[in-house]
T-cell receptor, first 115, second 110 residues
Framework: GAVVSQHPSRVICKSGTSVKIECRSLDFQATTMFWYRQFPKQSLMLMATSNEGSKATYEQGVEKDKFLINHASLTLSTLTVTSAHPEDSSFYIC???????????FGEGSWLTVV | LAKTTQPISMDSYEGQEVNITCSHNNIATNDYITWYQQFPSQGPRFIIQGYKTKVTNEVASLFIPADRKSSTLSLPRVSLSDTAVYYCLVGVYNTDKLIFGTGTRLQVFP
């Protein structure tokens, strides 16, 4: 199956700093990538949709200035959590849709802990 | 976007067949039905996808009735390692968003 890789898998940062999470599609081109957030024992919440070469579309209630998304190439999207606070601590998951096809594949997820 | 409804949880024993049904009454003509499995602290893993009738792969079968208002994921002979959360999603082919519902937490006992 298609592989989507996230890095880092775990990161701890200090409150007020920024942290970047990368999402790569390793064996296919992804015109669209998605970013989700998941709290323990809850479902995934879609944060934003990222299209290569254009601005991301954010879901209602998600602060675009806080969660910066860049999709510079067909295989890479990044999520930057700016001025992180403890309440931003969560499991962040990216996914990517193949350029051709209807299946969306997910990355392994990234745990962010803000202290 | 079609909303999906699944049982919150299910219990089973090793070796049994498990059927998880998902309701999606507002499914649109171009919607596909996709099931994912998620283990704790991991991203969801694609299981199976279908549009109508029956689809089978090496790990599961997906049954979709003619009206497509529901679908059933069938896991043959589950093992302890099948303990996970299973999500049913409905997505429009030419739009992008997949919205997750609550999922079904399957617990397999020895």
């Amino acid at each position: 199956g298609a592989v989507v890789s996230q890095h880092p898998s775990r990161v701890i940062c200090k409150s007020g700093t920024s942290v970047k999470i990368e999402c790569r599609s390793l064996d296919f081109q992804a015109t669209t990538m998605f970013w989700y957030r998941q709290f323990p024992k809850q479902s995934l919440m879609l944060m934003a949709t990222s299209n290569e070469g254009s601005k991301a579309t954010y879901e209602q209630g998600v602060e675009k200035d806080k969660f910066l998304i860049n999709h510079a190439s067909l295989t890479l999207s990044t999520l930057t959590v700016t001025s992180a606070h403890p309440e931003d601590s969560s499991f962040y998951i990216c996914s990517a849709r193949r350029r051709a096809g209807n299946t969306i594949y997910f990355g392994e997820g990234s745990w962010l802990t803000v202290v | 976007l079609a909303k999906t409804t699944q049982p919150i949880s299910m219990d089973s024993y090793e070796g049994q067949e498990v059927n998880i049904t998902c309701s999606h009454n507002n499914i649109a003509t171009n919607d596909y039905i996709t099931w994912y499995q998620q283990f704790p602290s991991q991203g969801p893993r694609f299981i199976i996808q279908g549009y109508k009738t029956k689809v089978t792969n090496e790990v599961a079968s997906l049954f979709i009735p003619a009206d497509r208002k529901s679908s059933t994921l069938s896991l043959p002979r589950v093992s302890l390692s099948d303990t996970a959360v299973y999500y049913c999603l409905v997505g429009v082919y030419n739009t992008d968003k997949l919205i997750f519902g609550t999922g079904t937490r399957l617990q397999v006992f020895p």
